[in-house]
């Protein structure tokens, strides 16, 4: 599956975005789909993951509460909406699409997107 993500860009802290990531190609809803995201100088962290059926959920420790993630299994599209925003959150965005279930693990993802740079000014 390809995949597409959009939505970042440059927001004040305490300020929200919501990402989008469009799937193309191979069948959308036989992925489970990931949102990481990547700081420069540090390891790709897992944000958000969410299941086939849309109804189990895994955050990750810094974002749990402020963001939340869905999909439209019909319009081929997973979300990301980011509230209170935090400085620390500025880091380049990655979708992913995994077979093997809920992972937090980068190596569970078969398929990236390029990325969407989110900014947070404090």
């Known amino acids: 599956v390809q995949l597409q993500a959009s939505g970042g860009g440059l927001v004040q802290a305490g300020g929200s975005l919501r990402l989008s990531c469009v799937g193309s190609?191979?069948?959308?809803?036989?992925?489970?789909m990931g949102w990481f995201r990547q700081s420069p100088g540090q390891e790709r962290e897992f944000v958000a993951a969410i299941n086939i059926g849309g109804y189990m959920r895994s955050y990750g420790n810094s974002v749990k509460g402020r963001f939340t993630i869905s999909r439209d299994n019909a319009e081929k599209t997973v979300y990301l909406q980011m509230n209170s925003l935090k400085a620390e959150d500025t880091a380049i965005y990655y979708c992913?699409?995994?077979?093997?279930?809920?992972?937090?693990?980068?190596?569970?993802?078969?398929?990236w997107g390029p990325g969407t740079l989110v900014t947070v000014s404090s």
């Open positions: 992913a699409s995994s077979v093997r279930g809920l992972s937090r693990q980068t190596f569970d993802y078969d398929y």
């Open positions: 190609g191979r069948t959308f809803s036989n992925y489970y």
